[in-house]
């Protein structure tokens, strides 16, 4: 059974009071399933045939490299959806792997009734179309993120991303662990180069701040093909 007060706080149902979203999935066909922690979800390659909604709980979606290593892409809280850009178009197919960090409630909506509802409203439609611009957006900055070849490129990418033009000092949300997982490393690896590059003079750490030192020598450390 849906949630509307929680679905309609996403980003495809945004601007829709949970009134109307009631009323709007009255009248088409879906499906709610719940995972386990762990539980798989969704498996890279499967076809993607209907909308995915998270109504609670989160996941991780994760990617396998050439050479068979798992990298961690995001993770993805309710009330977001899933692969929104892969429903339509040639090459239907999910791109990730994604598993339940935690209990999870999923809203499945087909491919041909979710045309229903884009039909239906146009807000929806609209919605639909920034979601999908957006997530365009997101993969190809990550992309880029894990063209770099070395991990100290990775960090420097990832501190000067967040840094942007006005910041010198960027506090991290996240744990080694969550870092190393996202930049698809060990613990191990990267605690060693942050303390190289706090050795280097290239950052400054303090806990869960990061003062980046010369952002000159930063950006032209991405432009460089150290291996």
Known sequence: ??????????????????????????????QHRTYQKNNL????????????????????????????????????????????AFLFGKENRFPVTV????????????????????????????????????RA????????????????QKIAHYLLEMAGDRLQTVEIQQSQEQLAEMFGVTRPSLARTLSEMNHEGLIETQRRFIKIVDKNRMNQLLKSDEK
């Open 137 to 152: 957006q997101f993969l190809s900055k990550r992309l880029k993120f894990l063209s770099f070849k070395t991990i100290k």
């Open 99 to 134: 598993s339940a960090n935690t209990e999870v409630e999923i809203v499945s909506i087909p491919k041909a009734e979710f045309v229903k509802l884009l039909q239906m409203n146009s807000l929806i439609l609209n919605n639909y179309l920034n979601t999908i611009s957006t």
């Open 1 to 30: 059974m849906i949630e509307a007060d929680i679905l309609c706080l996403s980003p495809i149902f945004r601007g829709i009071s949970s009134t109307e979203l009631e009323k709007l999935f009255s009248q088409i066909h879906y």
């Open 41 to 84: 979800i969704i498996a890279s390659g499967e076809i993607c045939d209907r909308l995915l909604i998270i109504q609670r709980g989160n996941v991780k979606a994760e990617m396998n490299d050439y050479s068979g290593k798992t990298i961690k892409i995001e993770d993805i809280e309710a009330p977001r959806p899933l692969a929104t």
